[in-house]
């Protein structure tokens, strides 16, 4: 089946550094992938969705220049949390899929990120 | 706006158990329902799905039918198994041709125990 991998799996990382996650589609390639973050016993929640080659399309409230998003390819795609605070540390889900249908979402294992 | 709600856990039963995690939603239109698993140490994939009032989603034994009238969507399996233990996510999407979205429920950690 389709997978989909997360790179790191786990971040500390101090207050005001940036940190990069990464988000790959290792066996088919990925039309749209969506960014979710998951706070200790709440839902999952959309952040953004991005397209290969285009902008990412950001959510209500969250902070374009504070969540940088890349699609370069098809098979990846990056989050960029810059200038991370404590209340930025969550965990960060992301999801790919072909563009058929959009439920058809295949997940990463997500990453913790921590900030210090 | 859209909102899911889902029994909290964690649930703990004996393999063959008769399992039921609940679900119900908000929605301003007509939305489709999923359930979506997660086992350790892996990502959620799609469990099932219903996308019209009385549809029933069914795999891997679990069922789930779409209860327009009490905006139910309540997970059931008849009897579990000790690899059934994972984490399980109601969610829901409304139609809006390219702004389709899911929204998900807290999830629901069952644990099967021998």
């Known amino acids: 089946g389709a997978v989909v991998s997360q790179h790191p799996s786990w971040v500390i990382c101090k207050s005001g550094t940036s940190v990069k996650i990464e988000c790959r589609s290792l066996?088919?390639?990925?039309?749209?992938m969506f960014w979710y973050r998951q706070f200790p016993k709440q839902s999952l929640m959309l952040m953004a969705t991005?397209?290969?080659?285009?902008?990412?399309?950001?959510e209500q409230g969250v902070e374009k220049d504070k969540f940088l998003i890349n699609h370069a390819s098809l098979t990846l795609s990056t989050l960029t949390v810059t200038s991370a605070h404590p209340e930025d540390s969550s965990f960060y889900i992301c999801?790919?899929?072909?563009?058929?249908?959009?439920?058809?979402?295949?997940f990463g294992p997500g990453t913790r990120l921590t900030v210090t | 706006g859209d909102s899911v709600t889902q029994m909290e856990g964690p649930v703990t039963l004996s393999e063959e158990a008769f399992l039921t995690i609940n679900c119900t939603y908000t929605?301003?239109?007509?939305?489709?329902l999923f359930w979506y698993v997660q086992y350790p140490g892996e990502g959620l994939q799609l469990l099932l799905k219903?996308?019209?009032?009385?549809d029933k989603g069914s795999n891997k034994g679990f069922e789930a039918t779409y209860r327009k009238e009490t905006t139910s969507f309540h997970l059931e399996k008849g009897s579990v198994q000790v690899s059934d233990s994972a984490v399980y996510f109601c969610a829901l999407s409304e139609e809006d041709f390219g702004n389709e979205k899911l929204t998900f429920g807290t999830g629901t950690r069952l644990t099967i125990i021998p």
């Open positions: 929605a301003t239109g007509y939305p489709s």
């Open positions: 066996d088919f390639q990925a039309t749209t």
């Open positions: 219903a996308t019209k009032a009385d």
């Open positions: 991005s397209n290969e080659g285009s902008k990412a399309t950001y």
């Open positions: 999801s790919a899929n072909t563009g058929t249908t959009y439920y058809e979402q295949y």
